[in-house]
């Protein structure tokens, strides 16, 4: 089983519809979440991070539920310009180990 | 402006020859990072580094090399040992190694021929 999964998608919505991902990891000590967007054949740029509380910028909202080992970013009213792929990365710190491990992405077309 | 930078953003080199991918920031992060994106894989962590003159070899580090003799800069050579050469190479740092929040530079296209 990979350490942190993601569904490839593409998820296909039209312009103005809600659209949620989700990102499974499988190591119980992972420590801090993000979300990151990438452009098509560009580097991924932060989006969020995710907190235990779950948090929200603008049409964005992250949530982490730490019992079934998830998180899930939410974006509502879907722009064009939203259509990237999202990758979810979750750090493991403990003993030796200390790195971030990236998902393969979530690919979401908004169509007009 | 502040940022990370990677030098070229494409680079195309013959089977057998080594090469260098540039990666420097003005972030005045302590650590950096190598990664490779293959088509419908994720990152994978090639080299990182905590501070200067001092780097760990991350999940594939097979077939490369880095350096850090500088804070600003974290070169990665590619040598004629790696295998699959061809893939996008991307640079990031974080304040140190016990913040995570990485951020990226714009990469540099491989293509081994």
């Known amino acids: 089983r990979k350490e942190v999964e993601q569904d490839p998608g593409p998820f296909n919505v039209p312009e103005g519809a809600t659209v949620a991902f989700n990102c499974t990891y499988s190591n119980s000590a992972s420590q801090s979440f993000f979300w990151y967007r990438q452009d098509c054949r560009k580097e991924p740029k932060l989006l969020m991070s995710?907190?235990?509380s779950g948090n929200e910028d603008g049409r964005f909202t992250a949530q982490l539920n730490r019992a079934s080992q998830y998180i899930s970013l939410l974006i509502r009213d879907s722009k064009l310009s939203d259509s990237a792929t999202y990758l979810c990365?979750?750090?493991?710190?403990?003993?030796?180990?200390?790195?971030?491990?990236f998902g393969t992405g979530t690919l979401l077309a908004v169509q007009p | 402006d502040g940022g990370i930078t990677q030098s070229p953003k494409y680079l195309f080199r013959k089977e057998g020859q080594n090469v260098t991918l540039s990666c420097e920031q003005n972030l005045n992060h302590d650590a950096m990072y190598w990664y490779r994106q293959d088509p419908g894989q994720g990152l994978r962590l090639i080299y990182y580094s905590q501070i200067v003159n001092d780097f760990q070899k991350g999940d594939i580090a097979e077939g490369y090399s880095v350096s850090r003799e500088k804070k600003e800069s974290f070169p990665l050579t590619v040598t004629s040992a790696q295998k699959n050469p061809t893939a996008f190479y991307l640079c990031?740092?974080?304040?140190?190694?016990?913040?995570?929040?990485?951020?990226f530079g714009p990469g540099t296209r491989l293509t081994v021929l």
């Open positions: 990031a740092s974080s304040i140190d190694h016990r913040d995570y929040t990485q951020y």
């Open positions: 995710v907190y235990s």
């Open positions: 990365a979750v750090r493991i710190y403990g003993g030796a180990t200390n790195k971030l491990i």
